[in-house]
């Protein structure tokens, strides 16, 4: 098998700026919901893993995402914490999707009688941090465990009132359902 070794001096990926700064204030906020998703491992040894789900990412070449993402670290955390990131990945919400990172979904059942409507819950969902990407009509919000989703559809139902019958998680590694009646008793 060949061996390629690179180093920072053969060709650096250019950083998009915009996305660094973004990013760097996303990591300053602290937000609990919503894009980027930003997950980090933090290991015995020192080393660093962080993944960034971003639909922002999507016109972006991965290893300009890795950078970009070093990068912001960089502006927030300092060299010594940026030099300790030992693998980094962005990626979209779809690409996650496709990789299995993210297998419990949220969705809205809206029927007729109900007080809200399929607009205002998809409105919520976008801005929880669903996904638009595939189908612009049909936000994907996706989380990597059953817990998050539940918290994410006590958000929805304070936030929607009138929505607690709506809203329902499928998990697609067990294919559970769960119901929100479920969810807040």
Known sequence: MPRKIRSPETSPPRRPS????????????????????VDEDRFKTGAIRVVVLWDRWEDV?????SAAIVEA?????????????????????????ASGMLPVMIFAAV???????????????????????LDPGNPELRFSTEEEAMACVRRLSA????????????????????????LLN
């Open 159 to 182: 936030r929607l009132p009138g929505s607690e019958q709506c809203w329902f998680i499928i998990n697609d590694h067990n294919n559970k359902t769960i119901c929100n009646m479920n």
């Open 73 to 97: 670290y960089r502006l927030v955390e300092g060299e010594e914490f940026a030099s300790r990131i030992a693998l980094v990945n962005g990626l979209t919400i779809p690409e996650a999707m």
């Open 61 to 65: 070449d991965p290893e300009d995402r």
């Open 111 to 133: 029927r007729e009688k109900d007080p809200v409507s399929l607009e205002s819950c998809n409105r919520a969902m976008i801005e929880e941090g669903a996904s638009t990407l």
């Open 18 to 37: 915009r996305l660094v700064e973004e990013l760097a204030e996303e990591l300053r906020s602290g937000r609990e919901f919503g894009q980027p998703i």
